[in-house]
């Protein structure tokens, strides 16, 4: 039988990186140069990183419950990196943002390469939690 509790954690885990799978790619189709369209994007990574964390806290919490203890350590590793990759795309996002209201035309290249690397770390994240489910849905031994 499946151990319900990690596999409900990594699915809770799973949504916010869907979405923003789904969601980040239409930025490629703005201009950034844009001040509300760069908030918002700001703003979208801002709720993805916050939501990402939180869900892998609670959800590390929850395996770590069940005794499962390498799998929460690892759902907690995906919480601290994102909590750290918020601040890191934040500050370097703000930056731009602040250099492309200053006049810095290649700010908003600098944005847009953000953009790109954002979108590839969470795609590189998503592959390693999907491909662990076959793992992660099994029952202790």
């Given amino acids: 039988m499946p151990d319900n509790v ?3 954690a990594t699915i809770i885990l799973l949504l916010p990186m ?3 799978l789904l969601a980040a790619p239409s ?3 703005v201009k950034l140069d844009v001040p509300s369209v760069s908030e918002l994007l700001r703003a979208m990574f801002s709720g993805y990183f ?4 939180i869900a892998g806290a609670i959800g590390a ?5 069940t005794g499962r ?3 929460a350590f690892c759902i907690g590793l995906i919480a601290v990196f994102a909590r750290s990759s918020r601040r890191w795309f934040l500050q370097r996002m703000d930056a731009q943002i602040h250099d492309r209201d200053a006049g810095d035309a ?6 847009r390469r953000l953009h ?4 590839a770390s969470n795609a590189v994240q998503l592959a390693v939690v999907i491909a662990c489910i076959p793992y992660v849905a099994v029952a202790p031994v």
């Fill in 27 to 29: 930025f490629l189709l």
């Fill in 61 to 65: 919490i929850a395996v770590a419950l």
């Fill in 106 to 111: 290649d700010a908003v290249r600098r944005l």
């Fill in 50 to 53: 916050l939501t990402v964390a």
């Fill in 18 to 20: 869907f979405y923003f």
């Fill in 116 to 119: 790109w690397g954002g979108m």
């Fill in 6 to 8: 990690a596999l409900f």
């Fill in 69 to 71: 203890l390498g799998l």
